[in-house]
């Protein structure tokens, strides 16, 4: 079998990629697009050089190998070892596919040193825009908030002559409280918070929010410090809401923030504590 090192390299680094992509989305956490292709492209090099060097396709090389993607990837991110563990499943469940694969089309879709499909270069990459689509769809954030804990409810919140209802999503990793009263912290995304404030948020820092708001409004508002995945924490602004009630009817006695980053991507539109 003639194998053609930039075929080896290009397919490599899209599957690389793609794998990456989907231990992020599982994780829930955010990947900056730069790392995760410099991560992606040393993946396919390394397949080239496996397919020269033989001795690199040893296990315990090509180990090292996938942790040393996901640090260039994910950095220093806090949940370092869960994305290297969700990657190794990712990556897994992909050789698995392609080795069923092969079984059925006769046609060998895995070398020692990776993956190799003799196909050509824009089935490529339509195959991997298709995946990153599907990642963000059906992936996102399944392993951050865990098989038990996905549920999602809504809210009905008052603040002032305004009321909306909010779709939240009950999360493991939202233990914030107001720290005079101590009351649980329900995250809004910005479109959401902009409706009960019925006012337009500035972009930038949470002090500069704060700051921006009318005297009336701002006289119930403050500033929450936060800490999240892949941040160093800051500050989130927050309101006093008149009401917040559950679906059932009942009454929820807490404060809503304002969140730094977008949520949910349109599955919901905040985050509560469980």
């Known amino acids: 079998m ?8 290009a397919v490599n ?5 793609a794998t990456l992509l989907a231990a992020a989305r599982l994780g829930g956490v955010q990947v900056r697009k730069m790392r995760l292709i410099f991560s992606a492209a040393l993946g396919g090099g390394y397949a080239v050089l496996g397919a020269v060097w033989p001795v690199l396709t040893l ?4 180990l090292l190998a996938g942790l040393g993607l996901c640090m260039v990837a994910f950095g220093r991110e806090r949940h ?47 195959a991997a825009t298709v995946g ?5 769809i059906l992936l996102r954030g399944d392993a951050k908030h865990g098989a038990l ?3 999602t409810e809504t809210l009905t919140i008052r603040f002032g002559n305004r009321q909306t209802a909010v779709r939240v999503l009950h999360d493991t990793g939202n233990d914030l ?3 005079v009263s101590g009351k649980p912290v329900v995250v809004l995304e910005r479109k959401a918070a902009e409706c009960l404030l019925d006012t337009k948020l500035p972009f930038g820092s949470a002090s500069a929010q704060l700051a921006a708001l009318p005297e009336n409004l701002a006289a119930r508002c403050g500033l929450l410090p936060f800490h999240a995945v892949g ?16 679906a059932d009817g009942t009454a929820l006695d807490c404060v809503c923030a304002v969140s730094a980053v977008s949520i949910g991507q349109g599955a919901y539109e905040g985050l509560i504590g469980v």
């Open 149 to 151: 804990h996905r549920e």
């Open 59 to 62: 296990a315990p090389l090509r």
């Open 177 to 179: 409280l107001e720290p």
């Open 2 to 9: 003639v194998v053609y090192l930039d075929v080896l390299f």
């Open 13 to 17: 680094a899209l599957m690389d990629g």
């Open 80 to 126: 370092l070892a869960r994305l290297c563990a969700l990657y190794g499943v990712v990556a897994a469940s992909f050789a698995g596919l392609a080795a069923a694969l092969s079984a059925a089309s006769g046609r060998r879709l895995l070398l020692s040193c990776g993956y190799y499909f003799a196909v050509p270069i824009q089935v490529l990459v339509l």
């Open 231 to 246: 941040t160093d924490g800051g500050l989130l602004l927050y309101f006093r809401p008149d009401s917040v009630l559950r």
């Open 132 to 136: 990153y689509a599907a990642s963000g």
